[in-house]
């Protein structure tokens, strides 16, 4: 079980008029008043005054490995490591100290080490009835993570967008400028460096338009299979990279159609795996490269600031050597790249067309084993 850290102090919020004073109506029953907890992927629990559990969300379930049968009727403070602090505030609770409290605990779990969560206590309408809502301090994380994200990413457009426009206007000039200097000269060394000129010029040409491509380009909306995305982007990679390579397959089949553009998610995960596959040139060597396309099904999944109730998760895994730690809260910026000779686009790119679907790109990178998984809200 993990070392507990130092707990900050209690912080309340005023307290509030109870609404049981204009609102006279017989309570519901148990299951019919809790039923849409289970909707949450927050931990709730509804306990009495002395911490007796009187239901439990499915989430809450999930997190401490135990059944709702079992979970009820037992005492909620002993499910952390000090159980004081969950005494002390249910206490306040039922002396009509506070409407809300919060404070950081950690929440011990079977088979699992303790996990860190930041605990809001509240009252309900009912007297001696308490709400106990445990957010996960991981998943605020995530969350904050994810904003930054999707924050970035529209500061990142805005500024290919302004430079890729200054760039191309005095490229033109410098071409064109060097093709008729071309023309007046007789030397063939000379002619030779107007030549490099113009070549280079080319390629910064295609370098801007490969970062205006995203903006040009149309959004073409029709129904979208993930797995006829997954096997043409599958070819592609097997085509160029013949020897050394498994790209397994690990599909969830029930997964629905959904509207979106085909060929932009064709290339947002074929820039994944072919970044991947580059990565594996030394499991190639040795014959044991990998790369895995995994899909399932999110349920009541958060991101993007927005909660859907159902959402496309695609991973792309490879066992390579991993992210480098230098670039990996970076691998999402312009230009950024951890391979010699990489143009650093291919990543903010994918995830630019998956942000035009409404979705995210997520990377979690150890060596031995990354994955980018694609987020899409589903209909």
């Known amino acids: 079980m993990k070392k507990t850290t130092p707990l900050p102090r209690f912080s309340a ?32 629990a509804v306990v009495d005054q002395h911490g007796a559990v009187q239901f439990a969300n499915a989430a809450l379930e999930d ?50 080490d303790a996990l860190p969560v930041h605990v809001v206590v509240a009252q309900t309408d009912n007297p001696g009835e308490v709400v106990v809502e445990l957010l996960p301090l991981e998943q605020q994380a995530r969350q904050e993570r994810e904003e930054r994200l999707i924050d970035q990413a529209q500061a990142n457009k805005e ?47 295609s370098l801007v338009d490969r970062l205006l491509a995203p903006h040009r380009r149309p959004h073409v909306v029709g129904d979208v299979n993930i797995h006829e995305v997954c096997e043409r982007v599958r070819s592609l990679i097997l085509a160029e990279f013949p020897k050394g390579l498994r790209v397994v397959r690990d599909y969830d089949t029930s997964i629905p159609e959904f509207r979106g553009d085909r060929e932009q998610l ?67 910026y312009p230009l950024v790249s951890g391979r010699d000779g990489g143009s650093g686009l291919g990543l ?15 990377c979690e990178s150890v060596p031995g084993e990354t994955d980018f998984k694609l987020l899409i809200p589903l209909p």
Request: hydrophobic fraction near 40%; charged fraction near 20%; include cysteine.
């Open 348 to 362: 903010t790119l994918a995830q630019t067309f998956v942000q035009q679907h409404h979705g995210l790109i997520e």
């Open 13 to 44: 919020e005023p307290l509030r008029p109870s609404s049981s004073a204009v609102s006279p109506r017989k309570p519901l029953t148990a299951p019919s008043r809790f039923q849409s907890l289970d909707l949450l992927a927050t931990l709730v």
């Open 159 to 205: 500024l290919i967008r302004n430079l890729a426009h200054e760039i191309k206007n005095p490229l033109g000039g410098i071409r064109g400028a060097a093709q008729l200097l071309q023309m007046e000269l007789d030397s063939r060394e000379l002619i030779e460096y107007t030549q490099v000129i113009i070549h280079e010029a080319d390629r910064l040409q």
């Open 63 to 112: 997190a401490l490995g135990m059944s709702r049968r079992s979970i009820a009727g037992t005492r909620l403070q002993d499910c952390f490591t000090e159980p004081a602090l969950l005494e002390s505030a249910l206490h306040g609770a039922s002396g009509n100290h506070f409407a809300a409290l919060r404070y950081d605990a950690w929440l011990k779990r079977t088979n699992h």
């Open 266 to 332: 064709i290339q947002a995960v074929l820039n994944i795996a072919h970044n991947a596959a580059q990565a594996l040139g030394d499991r190639m060597a040795a014959g044991d490269a990998r790369i895995v396309f995994r899909t399932r099904v999110g349920r009541q999944v958060t991101f993007g600031k927005q909660r859907y109730r159902l959402a496309l998760e695609l991973h792309v895994i490879d066992n390579g050597p991993g992210v480098p730690d230098s670039i990996k809260d970076r691998i999402f």
